[in-house]
């Protein structure tokens, strides 16, 4: 068992784990992760899930996954019927993931899973499968676990914020460029509509700079700092940001998008990736019917911060919702990218 424990008794109650986290094609980082046996709450209690403490979750959840398809655990920690049935759950779902996946069933006997760190990486788990030693499947796998009891049978996508997140500087989606919009037409009435705005004035930056640094998740320039704190609870700042994407939707044309470019970006994001969701007490396996990534060549406008792109043969829609990542006018603008089922 590659792990170390902090007792050698048979019953113990905390043990640390050396994760190999892949950070890219050349790189694995080892990473040492302290797993106690009351941590397995982290897919249980709904009421700990807040927001500052939601990316803390989130590595637990991933970390115990890994080390329990890694067979990692130690056998004590299974006497806790909330570690049997994750375990078990787990099984079951990536069992299924497996089956779907191949035509000829040679079944596995065994698998092993690989954790995936940074943001170049569009999922959290590559699943390899063997049949006596031999390498006979891989599967990208995507982790999402949910505060609601049950998932929505009809559209069990649609319980995701997001499939694809991509940035809005990037002119591949949309050929203009909402950046620079905002930069030439509303920065400054942001600006204006805070009292105390000497120092932002004095702070802003030239156009080249500020497009060079709002693209970030994070900017170490003390003008975005300054404009967080001027803005925060001020209801006529973020009506400004609101009106910049409603126009910037509004003036765009049809030949603005490129729909071939947006359902290729989507097939190397989605077609050989599979969402392993976790509500209800319960994993649920769920990917994207390869009919939603062929896309129609026309698009709509809703709720003045989303563009709605159909399928071709109309059973589902894509909806890009331009809004920012890091706090509202302050940094990262990007399209959040999820897909509803339509009725017909």
């Given at each position: 068992?590659?792990?170390?424990?902090?007792?050698?008794?048979?019953?113990?109650?905390?043990?640390?784990?050396?994760?190999?986290?892949?950070?890219?094609?050349?790189?694995?980082?080892?990473?040492?992760?302290?797993?106690?046996?009351?941590?397995?709450?982290?897919?249980?209690?709904?009421?700990?899930?807040?927001?500052?403490?939601?990316?803390?979750?989130?590595?637990?959840?991933?970390?115990?996954?890994?080390?329990?398809?890694?067979?990692?655990?130690?056998?004590?920690?299974?006497?806790?019927?909330?570690?049997?049935?994750?375990?078990?759950?787990?099984?079951?779902?990536?069992?299924?993931?497996?089956?779907?996946?191949?035509?000829?069933?040679?079944?596995?006997?065994?698998?092993k899973v690989k954790l995936f760190g940074g943001r170049q990486y569009s999922f959290d788990f590559q699943v390899d499968y063997y049949r006596k030693g031999e390498l006979i499947l891989s599967k990208y796998l995507e982790f999402k676990y949910l505060k609601k009891k049950l998932m929505p049978k009809n559209n069990p996508l649609s319980c995701l914020?997001?499939?694809?997140?991509?940035?809005?500087?990037?002119?591949?989606?949309?050929?203009?460029?909402?950046?620079?919009?905002?930069?030439?037409?509303?920065?400054?009435?942001?600006?204006?509509?805070?009292?105390?705005?000497?120092?932002?004035?004095?702070?802003?930056?030239?156009?080249?700079?500020?497009?060079?640094?709002?693209?970030?998740?994070?900017?170490?320039?003390?003008?975005?700092?300054?404009?967080?704190?001027?803005?925060?609870?001020?209801?006529?700042?973020?009506?400004?940001?609101?009106?910049?994407?409603?126009?910037?939707?509004?003036?765009?044309?049809?030949?603005?998008?490129?729909?071939?470019?947006?359902?290729?970006?989507?097939?190397?994001?989605?077609?050989?990736?599979?969402?392993?969701?976790?509500?209800?007490?319960?994993?649920?396996?769920?990917?994207?019917?390869?009919?939603?990534?062929?896309?129609?060549?026309?698009?709509?406008?809703?709720?003045?911060?989303?563009?709605?792109?159909?399928?071709?043969?109309?059973?589902?829609?894509?909806?890009?919702?331009?809004?920012?990542?890091?706090?509202?006018?302050?940094?990262?603008?990007?399209?959040?990218?999820?897909?509803?089922?339509?009725?017909?």
């Open positions: 068992m590659n792990c170390n424990y902090y007792s050698q008794e048979k019953h113990i109650t905390k043990m640390t784990i050396i994760l190999n986290l892949v950070c890219n094609s050349s790189l694995v980082k080892l990473n040492i992760c302290c797993v106690e046996l009351n941590d397995i709450n982290v897919f249980y209690d709904k009421n700990s899930q807040t927001k500052s403490n939601n990316a803390k979750n989130n590595r637990m959840r991933e970390n115990i996954i890994y080390a329990l398809i890694n067979q990692l655990i130690h056998d004590s920690y299974f006497e806790d019927k909330r570690w049997t049935d994750i375990k078990s759950g787990l099984q079951t779902v990536l069992h299924s993931c497996f089956l779907n996946s191949r035509k000829k069933h040679d079944m596995y006997d065994d698998m914020a997001q499939l694809v997140d991509y940035p809005a500087h990037k002119k591949d989606i949309i050929k203009t460029n909402y950046n620079e919009h905002f930069y030439d037409k509303y920065l400054d009435q942001c600006i204006d509509c805070i009292k105390k705005n000497e120092t932002l004035k004095n702070l802003k930056l030239n156009k080249e700079d500020y497009l060079k640094h709002v693209k970030n998740h994070e900017s170490v320039h003390p003008f975005f700092k300054e404009l967080k704190e001027q803005s925060k609870g001020l209801s006529s700042f973020i009506n400004i940001v609101k009106i910049s994407i409603s126009n910037f939707l509004e003036s765009m044309q049809n030949h603005d998008i490129d729909y071939d470019f947006l359902s290729e970006m989507l097939n190397a994001k989605l077609a050989n990736k599979t969402f392993i969701i976790y509500a209800g007490n319960e994993f649920h396996l769920v990917e994207v019917p390869e009919r939603y990534l062929e896309l129609d060549n026309k698009y709509a406008i809703k709720n003045k911060n989303t563009i709605v792109i159909k399928s071709k043969d109309g059973t589902g829609s894509w909806n890009l919702r331009l809004r920012w990542k890091n706090t509202t006018g302050i940094l990262l603008p990007a399209l959040q990218i999820k897909l509803h089922f339509n009725n017909k």
